[in-house]
């Protein structure tokens, strides 16, 4: 089944241990929709500029990513520029928003039928628009942010809280909104605004949901060579929301195993992703890839391994 | 069975943000011994000054611990100062090793002929002098350390570790050890020396077993009042190893899958350490209480919940 996703394209300019790269695909969307690509169909919402290479709109039809919902406005596509240090923290450098402040959402009718919403990080106040153009109440709806977010549009952050199924944000994120160090703490906090339920990502150390009365916890895969983990998170996103949107998700599932699965598929997704600089990793994983990092995952975290 | 162990016994000043105590009984050999106490029977091996109160020497028999291997030395018992800040760090303030500067172990007959071998941080060469001494070959050498060894005592800690069976130390160890940021590759760069399994700890992340072609991950217990993380890691090797030694564990598992479970008794353990001062939270753990958080963290893991 199709995912409507609103979230950023972008050129990133990108400086690792491992080397640079200038003007590399990236945004939040562009991470979300070819990590799900394999497992769900997505519709893109999003906005370039007129500098948007037509090899990167072939990318994304290449992987059945519908763009018809992709404005193209007068000027540049997003830029972010940032380098990680050795322990793999990021410093912003420049963020030019370019088309990005004059972006406004509209879309299509089938695009606001999608029984699946996704809000990748983006401003709040284009997440809310999108929420309000859906015609039908989506089964599912997820989303993102970051402390860009956090800070400067706290109020509508909180609005696009109250209307998702799942958040998916960091331990850092997490810390700021709700000004509380310990972990398990901030994310009751954010429970008790009525969300209900919440993953927590953590990096090199996996991904943990948290329910008012269950938490679930996936270590990260083995990686021996991180090159740069921009999009990990969004990629994470891809994956687990593609797979709980897969056409064979649910077939002989209960809905809480298929979100643990889900959550495996994300920790899959963003093992591909930071292995190699932008979208290398992830714009063409095949089915037997995925199910392999897949089962390795599992056998990881049994105490009996049925493989 | 009975485990030998090998470690310190000190009195600890320890200030966190939950407040300060000082000259507080610790020490890594107090945490193991404790943490296995419930478990399985340990001859502890240590040193104490004078100053050592009778009330201490009670807490170990109460826990069925044999302390005939502990040396009474003139001058004080070891003591350590340290305060942790806000993320959980510790810096050391004072460190008066005392009585650990003239101690050297002596094993009685029956301490030296233990199926099981702990070696607790303490200076490499008494760990090698215990090995030495050791009249039948244990079944099971476990060993831990610190970033004071590895940078003073590099040579007799490799010494120390090509005996061992199970390494167990955490991330920042394991760097310092290898002078390697990433942990995969630092974990195998230890498993080529020829040790056959390593556990990394991870703090509140959890903790990973890694052997040549496998990885097992536990995540931490949710824990949202930590008070003190002094002997967290001493408290993990505790609970892992007496699970391994207790009367039951081999009855009807494979080794495999007794040393995955040993690692959440481990994690069981080290969860009852922080949520207290000192060896407040461990002192006095009931057969129930550890069994209900050994549930918890199975069910933290699985899939499909079996309870």
């Known amino acids: 089944m199709t995912i409507t996703a609103v979230g950023t394209i972008a050129y990133d300019s990108i400086s690792t241990e491992r080397g640079k790269r200038n003007y590399i695909l990236g945004g939040s969307a562009t991470y979300f929709s070819l990590a799900a690509s394999g497992l769900a169909k997505t519709n893109l919402v999003s906005v370039v500029g007129e500098d ?6 072939a990318l994304f039809s290449k992987n059945s990513i519908n763009i018809e919902n992709v ?12 380098f990680y240090d050795e322990t793999g923290n990021a410093e912003t450098i420049v963020t030019d928003l370019n088309v990005l402040q004059s972006f406004n959402p509209i879309l299509t ?9 996704f809000l990748a990080n983006i401003d709040p106040d284009l997440q809310l628009d999108v929420l309000r153009q859906m015609q039908k109440k989506p089964k599912l709806i997820v989303g993102d942010t970051m402390n860009f977010w956090i800070e400067s549009k706290n109020s509508s952050l ?5 209307q998702l199924d799942f958040l998916i944000i960091n331990e850092g994120e997490a810390q700021l909104l709700t000004q509380e160090s310990n972990i398990i703490k901030a994310s009751h906090y954010i ?21 008012k009365d269950a938490y679930f916890a996936v270590p990260a895969l083995p990686i021996e060579n991180v090159t740069d983990p921009t999009g990990a998170g969004d990629s ?5 929301f593609g797979y709980i949107a897969s056409p064979t998700a649910f077939t002989d599932l209960a809905p809480e195993i298929t979100f643990k699965k889900a959550m495996l598929m994300g920790t899959v997704m963003a093992s591909f ?7 290398e990793g992830i714009q063409a994983v ?9 089962r390795t995952l599992e056998n990881m975290m049994q105490l009996i391994n049925i493989s």
């Open 109 to 117: 009718d089938s695009s606001s039928r999608a029984p699946y919403l």
């Open 236 to 240: 994470f996103a891809g994956g687990f």
């Open 71 to 82: 404005s193209t406005l007068a000027g540049k596509t997003f830029h972010w520029e940032g």
């Open 191 to 211: 429970l008790n605004k009525g969300l209900p339920a919440l993953i927590i990502k953590r990096g090199a150390y996996g991904s943990l949901l948290i329910k």
């Open 273 to 279: 992703t930071v292995e190699h600089f932008g979208v």
């Open 158 to 162: 909180w609005q696009v809280i109250s």
């Open 286 to 294: 095949s089915h037997e890839e995925r199910i392999h990092r897949f």
């Open 52 to 57: 948007f290479k037509s090899s990167h709109r």
